[in-house]
Nanobody, 123 residues
């Protein structure tokens, strides 16, 4: 059973930075895709970024491209999301997710989720 534990959220001012971490356990993650999604109050959960475990291929939502960077540390089974130049519209609960196989951006394709970590950006 896959377990994903996020950390690193918090309150930050506009223009600030945060780094989220997702510690993964429970199985081998080779051939997996790891992703970050977010959900703001009253809105649907949306894709932020993914990274493929084997080759490190990445993809970003247009809204975060150039500001967020996803990375991984295979030895630590950890995925990171470095968030810079944060805006109030980045305020949301951020979720780590994983799936086996081909990378996608659809929430319904991911079968393992963390509990989420709150990111609040003040204006």
């Amino acid at each position: 059973q896959v377990q994903l534990v996020e950390s690193g959220g918090g309150l930050v001012q506009t223009g600030g930075s945060l780094r989220l971490s997702c510690l993964a356990s429970g199985r081998t993650f080779s051939s997996s895709t790891m992703a970050w999604f977010r959900q703001a109050p009253g809105k649907e959960r949306e894709f932020v970024s993914y990274i493929t475990w084997n080759f490190g291929h990445t993809k970003y939502a247009d809204s975060v491209k150039g500001r967020f960077t996803i990375s991984k540390d295979n030895a630590k089974n950890t995925v990171y999301l470095e968030m810079n130049y944060l805006k109030p519209e980045d305020t949301a609960v951020y979720y780590c997710a994983s799936k086996y196989g081909m990378a996608t951006m659809r929430t319904t394709d991911f079968d393992s989720w963390g509990q989420g970590t709150q990111v609040t950006v003040s204006s």
